[in-house]
């Protein structure tokens, strides 16, 4: 159901010149979609639910990720109900210390008038080659519980 609306925002020629490009992302585990008749999805958010580790501690992450809408549907506050939906939905199920997504420079203002704040340190991530740093795109907090705002953050897996 997502797939044409990724399809439409990132098409490969699109994709391939991203800071991105390249890097293989896992896959969300529930999807917040806005839909319409006959339109089909309009926006999604993506959730992943991670135990990721901060200075070498366990803590648990809400990733959010695959923030889109159809750009013919933008500034109707779709995203914004998406990723309400997605910050309510790891808040009632108590499943995550912070939310956490990766954000391009020009999407920022977006997201700091939402609450979210930049992580000023260091992400490792997993690739197929191994672990590694994860520089492509700055790192977002959003304090659910608690959420740290310096350090070294794991995310023991694949990126979102
Ligand atoms: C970033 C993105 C997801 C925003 O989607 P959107 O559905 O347009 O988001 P919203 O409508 O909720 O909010 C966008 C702006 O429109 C404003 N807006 C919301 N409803 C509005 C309305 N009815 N009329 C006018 N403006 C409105 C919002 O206030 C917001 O502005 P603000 O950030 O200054 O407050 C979209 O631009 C997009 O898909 N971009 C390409 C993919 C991408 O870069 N994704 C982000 C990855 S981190």
Redesign the pocket.
């Known amino acids: 159901m997502a797939k044409p609306l990724f399809d439409a925002?990132?098409p490969p020629e699109v994709v391939a010149k991203l800071p991105w490009a390249g890097i293989v992302f896992a896959h969300a585990e529930l999807r917040i979609l806005v839909q319409a008749e006959p339109e089909g999805a309009l926006?999604h958010v993506g959730i992943y639910r991670r135990e990721v580790t901060w200075n070498g501690r366990k803590m648990r992450a809400g990733g959010i990720g695959g923030?889109?809408?159809r750009?013919d549907?933008?500034?109707?506050?779709?995203?914004?109900?998406a990723?309400d939906a997605a910050i309510r939905t790891l808040r009632d199920e108590g499943s995550a210390d912070f939310a956490m997504?990766?954000?391009?420079p020009?999407?920022v203002?977006?997201?700091a008038?939402?609450g979210w704040k930049p992580f000023d340190g260091e992400i490792y991530c997993q690739q197929p080659e191994g672990r590694v740093r994860f520089t492509a795109i700055p790192p977002y907090l959003y304090s659910l519980k608690r959420a740290p705002l310096k350090g070294v953050i794991d995310l023991c897996g694949l990126p979102w």
């Not at 549907?73 to 109900?81: D, L, N, P, Q």
């Not at 997504?101 to 391009?104: I, K």
């Open positions: 925002v990132w926006c923030v889109l809408t750009e549907f933008r500034r109707r506050g779709y995203a914004s109900i990723l997504l990766f954000c391009e020009h999407n203002p977006f997201y008038g939402r």
